[in-house]
């Protein structure tokens, strides 16, 4: 967890349950809470003027959701979805602030977390300038595997369908299950009961 439970409940923070697609919030409205994932799995999307949807990145256990809008006046420029029922710490913004400001050790982990977050976005957006489609895989893959602890080949189970990943690269679908057989060729990963394991 990026911040205690007990902190954020201490702060004023509630617990809110999401079912599947139902929705945290969406592109252009104002941030106001701090939220934080107990259980389950939002992505942060955004759907462009052609309808194509383009996913930012999917969220995990443990995670916060967009907590960098907190300190700009701007509105989300993304949507937040729960992908499965998901639990979600919900703490006002203007309480989050408090926190931070009397934790300054959380306010540290914070700035870490979010120069860690993109840094790993820069790396992901230099991939996904590639034509190359193995690149791009790479890049989001990395990207993936850098929130969790164990870091050696084939120990991240990737959670995310094919069309998942494509929205994620701007691949097609077909490129990416192409994509990903050409990489288990090369023991750059390893497909186990129909899930990626990078």
């Known amino acids: 967890m990026l911040i205690e439970p007990t902190l954020l409940f201490e702060y004023g923070a509630t617990i809110e349950n999401y079912e599947a697609s139902e929705i945290i919030f969406t592109e252009g409205s104002r941030p106001k809470y701090y939220y934080q994932l107990t259980s389950g799995r939002v992505k942060l999307n955004h759907i462009d003027?052609?309808?194509?949807?383009?996913?930012?990145?999917?969220?995990?256990?443990?995670?916060?959701?967009?907590?960098?809008?907190?300190?700009?006046?701007?509105?989300?420029?993304?949507?937040?979805?729960s992908l499965v029922p998901s639990s979600v710490l919900k703490i006002k913004k203007e309480n989050f602030l408090n926190l931070i400001n009397d934790h300054h050790k959380v306010s540290l982990d914070i700035n870490k977390f979010l120069a860690e977050r993109l840094y790993q976005k820069f790396l992901m957006l230099h991939s996904n300038s590639s034509l190359d489609p193995e690149v791009r895989l790479m890049g989001v893959l990395r990207y993936l595997k850098s929130f969790t602890e164990n870091k050696t080949p084939h120990s991240f189970e990737v959670l995310f369908t094919r069309q998942e990943l494509a929205s994620l690269t701007g691949l097609r679908v077909e490129t990416v299950i192409r994509t990903v057989k050409k990489m288990e060729e090369k023991n750059i990963l390893q497909i186990k009961n129909r899930k990626i394991h990078f």
């Open 49 to 81: 003027i052609n309808g194509k949807e383009f996913i930012q990145t999917i969220l995990t256990t443990g995670q916060s959701v967009c907590e960098l809008m907190l300190f700009i006046d701007e509105s989300y420029p993304v949507n937040a979805i």
